[in-house]
């Protein structure tokens, strides 16, 4: 099915839609949150614990976020996720207006509960689109899904960052509307064909495992799925360190939010090129290529602190991140079998976000001990031995599963 099809789905529309809000509320607290601690301690440490906050769930949740995909009802577990959301913002945005004397603790702990939300709901969306879209047409809807995350990205990093300089409880709010509006657009979705979960097959303690068992044995997802976890450290460490860049050299507010959601316009070049991209290369080839590209593009962030060069940088990254990550995504769902989707999903994404919490939480100690510039030097230097390492990728059963997606 062509492009133009996918946009005429009613409900990969509404589920797009929805969540698409969703994530841009998040996203808008997401840089909000580091942003408000470094207001009230100016304390790089404290702001990295905080991010540490929100990505942690990915350290306790992906297994059983996974287990919920393939074997719950994955568009009740998404409706159930807004209301749990929408509980924890409202919090925050009280405790930021009212500044009770508990209120660091109540943002590391409402930042806990939407990073958690963050995870059972990219799970359980991919599996609702498998079941939605037949497999001829899953190229275009993955890449039609991604664009998803970089519309959230660009518009909520740069509108959080300017409405957290217009009032502090500002984003927090907008985030609480945002989730009230995907649960309207996911209430709306008909019942489309049946969710590929086995009611008979429960979950036990050797199915934990079989998710893990497939990303180790299969040498892409293994080795790509380590070396994103390598690169998710590098990006955590710069993204802090462009915030504290910025802040030092006295750039206002909304600086941040422009910069950092200029990844957002690279993520929706890469969306649009996801489907011809995967068309034409394996995915190795492509990851490759992905690699000595970020590469290159962190070598401009080493030299320069201006708003421009940054910003132009951090759009060549996330064009290539997502690119990189449809032609994975097309893969993955090639050659993972249905009844364990979740479960393998779920171990790639618990490597690759687990590695950018502990980034998270490392980048404020990295960048109080080493400094800026040592940082700056350190995080490309780590990016070339990546690229480097990815020339050595071992597939061989690469070519026959992009084949299949053909």
């Not at 789905?9 to 408000?36: C, E, K, Q």
């Not at 991604?146 to 519309?151: T, Y």
């Not at 979950?203 to 990303?215: E, H, K, N, Q, Y």
């Not at 200029?262 to 929706?268: A, F, N, P, R, Y």
Request: charged residues 10%; contains cysteine.
């Amino acid at each position: 099915m062509s492009r133009a099809s996918i946009y005429l789905d009613r409900n990969l529309l509404l589920l797009w839609s929805g969540n698409a809000v969703s994530l841009t509320g998040f996203h808008g607290v997401r840089i909000a949150y580091p942003m408000l601690v470094l207001a009230m301690t100016g304390s790089p440490v404290a702001a990295g614990w905080v991010g540490f906050a929100l990505t942690v769930p990915s350290l306790l949740f992906q297994i059983p976020a996974g287990m919920l995909a393939d074997h719950g009802e994955r568009l009740r577990t998404l409706k159930l996720c807004q209301i749990i959301g929408l509980a924890g913002t409202c919090l925050t945005a009280a405790a930021t207006i009212t500044r009770p004397p508990c209120l660091g603790l109540i943002l590391a702990g409402t930042a806990f509960i939407e990073g958690s939300v963050y995870v059972f709901v990219h799970l359980s969306e991919l599996g609702l689109v498998r079941d939605l879209v037949p497999a001829s047409r899953r190229p275009a809807a993955i890449s039609f899904l991604e664009a998803e995350q970089s519309v959230a990205n660009l518009v909520g990093r740069a509108t959080g960052a300017a409405m957290f300089g217009v009032a502090r409880w500002l984003p927090f709010l907008v985030n609480a509307v945002s989730y009230l509006c995907c649960l309207a657009a996911l209430s709306r979705i008909r019942s489309g064909p049946a969710e590929s979960t086995d009611s008979a097959d429960h979950p036990t303690g050797r199915d934990l495992a079989v998710g893990a068992r497939i990303v180790w044995t299969e040498p892409l997802l293994r080795t790509s799925t380590l070396l994103i976890g390598a690169s998710n450290v590098v990006v955590q460490v710069v993204l802090l360190l462009i915030l504290v860049e910025l802040k030092t050299t006295g750039q206002p507010a909304w600086t941040a939010g422009v910069v950092l959601g200029m990844s957002g316009v690279g993520g929706l070049l890469g969306a649009a090129m996801g489907t011809w991209i995967t068309s034409r290369f394996t995915a190795e080839r492509a990851y490759r290529a992905v690699l000595w590209l970020q590469a290159a593009l962190l070598a401009p962030i080493a030299y320069s602190t201006n708003p421009i060069v940054l910003a132009l940088c951090w759009c060549g990254i996330g064009c290539v991140t997502v690119t990189g990550y449809i032609t994975l995504t097309v893969y993955r769902v090639a050659v993972i079998p249905d009844r364990i989707l979740g479960r393998a999903l779920g171990t790639i994404t618990l490597v690759t976000e687990a590695a950018a919490a502990l980034g998270a939480l490392a980048a404020g100690y990295l960048l109080s001990v080493c400094g800026v510039t040592t940082t700056r030097w350190a995080m490309l230097i780590a990016m070339v031995v990546l690229a480097m390492r990815g020339l050595v990728i071992a597939t061989p059963a690469a070519a026959r599963a992009t084949d299949l997606v053909r």
